[in-house]
């Protein structure tokens, strides 16, 4: 997707290991979110961004810790993973227009063993 | 607090066929309502939204949804499946200042020759 970029996109990680993945947007948007997205349970937010410098906690956020490291960065952290963590991670963000749609990136899938 | 749900997890169409994916939302404010569509190992591209105003929306690839604010509706239509359109849809609802999307659990749509 245009604008929003994640990596990597593919991972396998051991029970225990911690990893952080990366997402960077370019269209100078505020508002940074990170979602998972597992079989039948559609998209759901684990940590958002509303503006840089401020992080908040969504609907999962167990097991994970974020960082807003700049308007353009916002970074997904496992301390230590866990086979339910094993799922494929979405980076989206949104222009300072309330009604504009959130932009994703193309996702991370990741495997925890 | 706002909520989503799809009803079907599964259709299955006939190419030609009408394409109708039903979505019911709740929202304590004035929502925002999205459809998107995800291909296989891709990520989600927007389809359409409605924000204010015309409560039809036309969307790409000849999809449109109509705003139904009685029956807390954004039921997702298409005269003519092709079978290009066989992906997985979601909808989504917005609203207040978070610009936080909660979706739904998705619907995979089939085209059968």
């Known amino acids: 997707n245009a604008g929003v970029t994640q990596t990597p996109k593919f991972q396998v990680l051991k029970t225990g290991q911690s990893m952080t993945l990366q997402c960077a947007q370019d269209m100078n948007h505020n508002s940074m979110y990170w979602y998972r997205q597992d079989p039948g349970m559609g998209l759901r937010l684990i940590y958002y961004s509303a503006s840089e410098g401020t992080t908040d906690k969504g609907e999962v956020p167990n097991g994970y810790n974020v960082s807003r490291l700049n308007k353009r960065e916002f970074s997904l952290r496992l301390e230590s993973a866990a086979p339910s963590q094993t799922s494929v991670y979405f980076c989206?963000?949104?222009?300072?227009?309330?009604?504009?749609?959130?932009?994703f990136g193309d996702g991370t899938r990741l495997s925890i063993l | 607090a706002q909520s989503v749900t799809q009803l079907g997890s599964h259709v299955s169409v006939s190419e030609g066929a009408l394409v109708l994916l039903r979505c019911n939302y709740s929202?304590?404010?004035?929502?925002?309502l999205f459809w998107y569509v995800q291909y296989p190992n891709q990520g989600l591209q927007l389809l359409l939204k409605y924000t204010t105003g015309a409560t039809l929306v036309k969307g790409i690839n000849g999809f449109e949804a109509e705003f139904k604010k009685s029956e807390t509706s954004f039921h997702l239509t298409k005269p003519s499946a092709h079978m290009s359109d066989a992906a997985e849809y979601f909808c989504?609802?917005?609203?207040?200042?978070?610009?936080?999307?909660?979706f739904g659990k998705g619907t995979l749509l089939t085209v059968n020759p």
């Open positions: 989504a609802v917005s609203g207040g200042s978070n610009y936080k999307l909660t």
């Open positions: 989206a963000s949104i222009s300072p227009y309330s009604n504009q749609p959130q932009h």
């Open positions: 929202s304590s404010v004035p929502p925002y």
